[in-house]
């Protein structure tokens, strides 16, 4: 799969490139963040997540322009780059929770070497996570129907099809009733709806790749089991 198809594939949504990103790199971009970074704090999880991380902002790059296929093998290359990023503020934050620990009280407000500085970009990030939050909160149906609506990219009829619902005009109507009840728990960073709309389709988003992500990596340390088990099996044969 080249670059372009990769690019055009996150645009669209396709979770076949997805599975692609995560079965052919995975293991290839922990191998380089790890002789790239030196962190003997971060365990197996801990990858696992930065990885997912990292698709979520190549995600958000991809969608927003910021990243483009200017040539074969620099999506992997701003993946890694992402992914540095991703791993030193997870250790900055490890850091920060253990000096918490070492002395709870000195640290409730501030670091003990200083007051810390949010960049606009971790602003963001935690603003997100938040969204992510809220979207979380919202109930079963509504995820079902934001999904199918934004990341499947279903029209209303067949998303009124496959909820059991009336008609395109019922699906329609169930959607806004979603979107508000977002927007009521969000009402603190919603400061429109055109923001609103914006909000619920980057929330689901994130929230698709994020459990498509979590297939598959169950997916390949089941696939692993087995193999070993079989592995196992060979050797006691022979």
Not at 52 to 65: A, F, P, Q, T
Not at 180 to 188: G, L, P, R, S, T
Request: proline share 1%; glycine share 4%.
């Amino acid at each position: 799969m080249t670059d372009s198809q990769i690019v055009q594939g996150i645009l669209n949504n396709d979770d076949r490139v997805w599975k692609h990103i995560y079965r052919q790199h995975r293991s290839h971009f922990v191998a380089t963040l790890r002789t790239k970074i030196f962190a003997p704090m971060l365990v197996e999880q801990d990858w696992e997540d930065i990885f997912h991380d990292s698709c979520i902002v190549l995600m958000n790059k991809v969608k927003d322009g910021s990243c483009e296929a200017t040539r074969e093998g620099g999506i992997f290359c701003y993946l890694v780059e992402i992914g540095k990023g991703t791993a030193m503020n997870l250790m900055r934050k490890k850091r920060q929770h253990d000096d918490r620990q070492q002395d709870a009280i000195a640290n409730s407000l501030h670091r003990q070497d200083g007051d810390y500085d949010m960049t606009a970009e971790e602003k963001q990030k935690e603003q997100d996570a938040f969204l992510d939050r809220v979207f979380d909160a919202i109930p079963g149906d509504c995820k079902m129907l934001l999904k199918a609506f934004y990341w499947d990219h279903k029209p209303m009829d067949e998303i009124s099809s496959m909820m059991g619902l009336r008609n395109a005009d019922t699906a329609k109507t169930k959607k806004n009733r979603c979107m508000n009840k977002f927007k009521e728990i969000a009402a603190m960073l919603l400061e429109s709806d055109e923001f609103a709309e914006e909000a619920v389709r980057a929330s689901v988003e994130r929230a698709a790749l994020r459990e498509l992500l979590k297939e598959e990596s169950i997916m390949m340390k089941d696939k692993s089991i087995r193999t070993a088990a079989l592995d196992i099996e060979d050797e006691e044969e022979k």
